[in-house]
Structures are given as structure tokens and as C-alpha cells.
């Protein structure tokens, strides 16, 4: 069955999902619709059918689907009226600016018969795939500490991102994206509290990135940061287990696990430091480890829209399910409120 879908806001973004949908069967782009000249010309020069307004789009019976890619605070009254027209919605992460909009959001789906998702794209990073793999295989033991970061040194974006009435920060940027990929490591597993800061380094509107500790009920706690003042970057994935440790350094997978072998070390050589010594601390003895290599998953994230499609013929579930959005969403709500109190904010107990 074929399926056209008409994207609002013609950015960035959705220059990507374009180049994407070209080397997917059975779904077409109908038309676009962006606010602004440039992009619908962009849009025209690439071939594409270009509305009049969004009305024009929504009234077009020809698409099925509507993806919304633009600024955050415009999804909720465009996947809205995009559902009540009769279209099935994609809305570009994140779902919008707050828990209660997407319970709104939610609602409206109910009413109308429509299906709504998100574009939660980086459930298909390699990383996080092959972390998840880590985690499933039980190589390090028994997990205490897992660490996800992203760090880049040019500040946030100068475009919208830097609006708080648009749903600017790096929290709602690709805090969605990181948050989403711990929760659903511990889907099952109630987070119990959530300690945060934010950093304004280049921004005092919103934040330009932020540092969350999340504490769940199994007594494993997740570190999850983003840095946009980072000229030195730290490592993408940091995971501490009781036998072994894994590192993933950046999105190339570069990395190493690290696990003990079984040879009791008896004789721990002590490094001498400038002002006394230290055992615990000295690195290990090379017969008492082993070191492997991170058990690589491959992905391709046209999946997403393969499930979408199938979702619309009643031939699947939906990969990303709603309430697993709202537990972002409400997440990142604990996240700002902590920062702003310097408190740590209770959780799903
Ligand atoms: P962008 O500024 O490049 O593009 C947004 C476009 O929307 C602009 O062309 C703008 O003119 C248009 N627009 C603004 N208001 C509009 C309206 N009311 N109606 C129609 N068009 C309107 O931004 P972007 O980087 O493309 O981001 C767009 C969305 O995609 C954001 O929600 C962002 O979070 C998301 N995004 C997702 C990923 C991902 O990996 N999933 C990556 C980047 C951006």
C-alpha cells in the first residue's frame, strides 16, 4: 500500500527525512508547507508540490501522513489540527513543551481515530544499540553505573534553540533523545529521584546544557549529560558493572570492555605519586583482565518509518509508544525543576 505524507516546516530536519523517504518504497512526499519563501523555494527547486497554507495541506486528500518539523512549539497546534483534518501525525522530537500538551495531544488522537507518534530516530543510534546489547548478554556482571553523554564545544545554536518560547534548550534539544534511551534501558524499572544543574555558558534564556543523575529502584543510577562549552570530550557511553567495565567512546564505536579474568592479584604493585603511594588505585595487572571488543549492533533507521507504515495497515505496533514519550516528557519536567530548586525531585515512588 502507498502512503504520502506532506511535511510542515521545511528546515534542516526535514531536508533529512526528504533524503530518507527517497530510499523508501511506498511512501511519496505529497507537498510541503514552511512559512517561510526561501524554504518553499528550496522545496519547489527539489521538485516538490509546495502549498498555499497549512489549511491547503490539511484539506489535501491525497497524504495521509503529516510530519511536522518545525520549531518545537509549533507540533502540538499543528499535530492537532493535522488530527482533526483526519491525517496521521509524526511530529519531530520533542513531542512538544509539556507534559500536559502532549496529554492534550494524546486526547485528541483518542477523539479522532488518528495515529500520533514521535520521531525518537537515535533508538536506532549504533551506541546505544550496542550498549543495550552489553547490558541484554550480562557481560559486566551485575550493572551499578552507566554514564550517557554528548558534548560539543560551539555553544547552542543560534536559530530558535536559543528561545524559550519555542521550546529552545538543550534539555528538550537532545536531552529527549538521551533521556529516551535510559528509560527505555530500565522500561520496566521505576525511577525513583532526580538530581540536575544546567549550565547557561552561552545562553541565559535557556539552558545550553544540563547534568542529570537518575536514581532507579534497582539501585542503579544513570548519569546523563549534555555540554555544549566541552572542548574536550568525554567518552559517549561510560558502563560500570561488578565484573567489568565498558567504554564507548563516540558514535564511531570506538571503545573497549574491560573485564576481570579470574587471577587474583596478590602482589599489587603500588604507583608512587609525588606525595604518598596508592594500591587501590594502581592499574591492573595485564594477566588479571581481559580486554574485547564492543559486541557492535548495526541498525537502520528506516525501520521507523517501515513501522509507521505498517502501523497504518494494522499489520504492527507501534515501535514508539505514547506513554513512553510521556515519561520523558515528565522526566524532563523533574530535570528543570531540580535545577531550578537545587533539589533533588522525587520520581514515580
Ligand atoms: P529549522 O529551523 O532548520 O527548520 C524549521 C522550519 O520550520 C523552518 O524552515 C521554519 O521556517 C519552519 N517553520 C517555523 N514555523 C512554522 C510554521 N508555523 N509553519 C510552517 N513552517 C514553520 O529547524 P530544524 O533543525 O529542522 O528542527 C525542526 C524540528 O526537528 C525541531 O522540532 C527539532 O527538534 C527537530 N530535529 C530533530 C532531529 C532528530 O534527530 N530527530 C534533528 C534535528 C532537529
Redesign the pocket.
Known sequence: MNHKIAI?????????HYDEIQTIGNLEIAGI????E??RQCAAEKGLHVYGS?EELLADQESDLVL?????D??K??AIAAMKAGKNVI????VTLSSGDLQEMMDVSEETGRFLTV????RWDEDYLTVKKILEEGKLGELFRLESRVHGSRGI?G???QEKEH?GGMI??WG??LLDQILLLFADVPLRRVYATVTNVTNQLVDDGFYAELVFANGVTALVEVGTSNFVSLPRWYILGTDGTAVIEDWSLNGRIVRASGVDEKDVTPVITAAGLTKTMAPRRDDSIFTEELPKVKSDVREFYYNVMAVLEGREESLIRLPQVMRVMKLMEAIAKSAETGEAVRFEE
Not at 516546516?9 to 533529512?16: L, S, V
Request: hydrophobic letters at 35%.
Open positions: 510542515v516546516g521545511f528546515g534542516g530536519m526535514a531536508g533529512w508547507w514552511d512559512i517561510r526561501e524554504r497549512l511536522i518539523a518545525t520549531p518545537n509549533v507540533h497546534p499543528v511530529s519531530e522530537k520533542p520521531h525518537q530516530n537515535r545554536p536559530d530558535w534553540r521550546g528538550l534539544d529527549v533523545h
